[in-house]
Every structure is written in structure tokens, then in C-alpha cells.
């Protein structure tokens, strides 16, 4: 197994479109994998492929403290959603340090196939809802913050631009043999 690079916003590579799995072998099991060590690693509770520069329709969750609840969503459909939204502070492994409030429906039921292929459904509320509709965003080029006023997205912006920058530095200079 591996841990991935996740694509730091605004990369742009996170507004591609993600194209359905068509194919159920190996490759696409070592993938899932990798997408689940990643995110424990991170740590989070959830990815989509997008983050890891993947553009196919998958993704990762486990809402669980106890990490042992992994739910893999392969072209995931949503077939139903409750007129009822919900506001939840919300996280992004793309956008390190940055929570804020996104509205969305309150309850989902989701159609997607497992790693083999096999389809199955689910009923979501709470946070699961939450984290489907997010990670299922993703796959579509989208990203939390682009919910949020462009004042405030600029600012978030503005912030990520300075620490990628920094991190580069840090990063010459390790290859250097410096302190930093
Ligand atoms: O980047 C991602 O898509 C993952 C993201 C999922 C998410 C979190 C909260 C609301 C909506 C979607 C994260 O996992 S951010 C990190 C996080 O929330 C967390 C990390 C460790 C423990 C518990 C939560
Ligand atoms: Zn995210």
C-alpha cells in the first residue's frame, strides 16, 4: 500500500470532471487501498479520487472514531434527497485548516457499486450525508469553499497560495541540507 499526494487547493487539476469506472480489477482494488491508507494517514474521513489526481468516480468514507468502518462508493448516484437541509462546519483535506459552514440536504439515499462491481444502497443523514455529498462533490471538479461568499474564498485562496510557497521553500532547503 501507499499514501498519495492530495492536490492542495486551488490546484486546478481538482475542477476536473471524474469519468465513470468501467473496469473492476486489480488496479482499481490497489487503488482503493492506497485512497483508504491516505485518509486514515491524513487524517480525515473521507477522499475522492479527484484529491489523489484520479479523475474516476471513487470514493472513501469512514465517519468511524474507531476506523474500522471503510465504505468504498463507486460511480456514485444520489436517487434521493430530503427537502430538509442541514448546516455542518465542514473540512477538506484539499484545504488544510480551513472549516466553515456549507448547507445541503439533510438526508440522501445513494446508489454506487462496491470495489467487485456488486451495486448497493444507502440511507445517509447526519455526517455520512454530510461527507457523500462533499466527496461526491469533488468528483464533479468541486470544492467546499466555492459554497462560501468570494470574500472569504478569496482570503482562503490567498492563504493556500502563501503556504504551498512556503512548503516549497522548506522544501529547497531540506534538498539543500539547511535548516529552516
Ligand atoms: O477532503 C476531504 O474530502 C475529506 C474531509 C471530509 C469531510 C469532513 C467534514 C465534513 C465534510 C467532509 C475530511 O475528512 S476533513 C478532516 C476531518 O473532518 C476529520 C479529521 C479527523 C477526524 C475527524 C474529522
Ligand atoms: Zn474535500
Known amino acids: 500500500m501507499a499514501i498519495l499526494n492530495i492536490l492542495r487547493y486551488p490546484d486546478p487539476r481538482l475542477h476536473k470532471v471524474a469519468k465513470p469506472v ?30 489523489v489526481d484520479v479523475h474516476e468516480q471513487l470514493l472513501v468514507i469512514d465517519i ?25 462546519d465542514e473540512g477538506c483535506l484539499s484545504v488544510p485548516g480551513v472549516y466553515d459552514g456549507v448547507e445541503r440536504h439533510a438526508k440522501i439515499k445513494v446508489r454506487a457499486l462496491d470495489v467487485k462491481g456488486q451495486p448497493f444502497e444507502v440511507e445517509a443523514d447526519g455526517l455520512l450525508a454530510v461527507c457523500i455529498q ?15 461568499s468570494p470574500l472569504k474564498r478569496n482570503r482562503i485562496k490567498t492563504k493556500m497560495i502563501k503556504e504551498e510557497r512556503g512548503l516549497e521553500r522548506e522544501a529547497q532547503l531540506r534538498a539543500q541540507g539547511r535548516r529552516y
Open 134 to 148: 462533499h466527496e461526491m462533490d469533488h468528483l464533479l471538479g468541486k470544492v467546499f469553499v466555492e459554497y462560501l
Open 64 to 88: 468511524t472514531e474507531t476506523k474500522d468502518d471503510l465504505v468504498t462508493y463507486i460511480n456514485p448516484e444520489i436517487i434521493w434527497a430530503s427537502d430538509e437541509k442541514q448546516v455542518y
Open 22 to 51: 468501467t473496469v473492476f480489477d486489480e488496479r482499481l482494488e490497489k487503488l482503493v487501498a492506497d485512497m483508504a491508507e491516505t485518509m486514515y494517514d491524513a487524517p480525515g474521513i473521507g477522499l475522492a479520487a479527484s484529491q
